[in-house]
Structure formats: structure tokens, C-alpha cells
């Protein structure tokens, strides 16, 4: 199993990123996905979740800022994030989940600042 995310970077407040998480070795469209994300000195957090049947739900903190999609097709989960805040700054991570069966993916570093 392979999740390989991408579209980090820094961006400043009010400004959007969209993360990508494409997976491997899996069958991906009966996996649960979510992104959580890991601050400095943070538990990490889950941020966002999509179910295999597309359900979604959100933290609070993201609620009306962030997406969560996926792409069956493409074997890839989506984040969008939108009018980013210096306090979303954390590594985003993404992870597939399927009854015991949880896999990992790297992380990718979202940094908000002017």
C-alpha cells in the first residue's frame, strides 16, 4: 500500500492550496479517506473524511473552508482548502482506512504567512 500526497507549499492567509493523495495497492473505492494534520508540539488531528459511499464530514475549525472529494477513477482523494489561516500551518497527512486495515502517506508541509 502507497498514498504519495502532494500540493503543499506556503501560501498567505486567504489564499488556497488544493492536497492530493494518490493511492497504490489497495482497492481504493471501498476505503474510508481522510486527511488529518499534525502541528508543532500538536496531536494530530483529523481534519476531513470521505467515505467509500462519498459521505463527508469536517472539523469544526474547517468547516465551509475545506473539501473533501475523491476520484475513483484516478484512485485519488482530494483536500481543497480555501481562504487558508495562519493557524491551518501543520503537515497534512493522508490516510486510507478499511475496517483494521490503516495506511499512512508521508505528509506534505502547508505553511500560511504573509
Known amino acids: 500500500v502507497q498514498l504519495v500526497e502532494s500540493g503543499g507549499g506556503l501560501v498567505q492567509p486567504g489564499g488556497s492550496l488544493r492536497l492530493s493523495c494518490a493511492a497504490s495497492g489497495i482497492i481504493f473505492n471501498i476505503y474510508n479517506m481522510n486527511w488529518y494534520r499534525q502541528s508543532p508540539g500538536k496531536q494530530r488531528a483529523l481534519v476531513a473524511t470521505?467515505?467509500?459511499?462519498?459521505?463527508?464530514t469536517y472539523a469544526n475549525s474547517v468547516k465551509g473552508r475545506f473539501t473533501i472529494s475523491r476520484d475513483n477513477a484516478k484512485n485519488t482523494a482530494y483536500l481543497q482548502m480555501n481562504n487558508l489561516k495562519p493557524e491551518d500551518t501543520a503537515i497534512y497527512y493522508c490516510n486510507a482506512n478499511f475496517g483494521i486495515n490503516s495506511s499512512w502517506g508521508q505528509g506534505t508541509q502547508v505553511t500560511v504567512s504573509s
Open positions: 470521505i467515505t467509500s459511499g462519498g459521505t463527508t
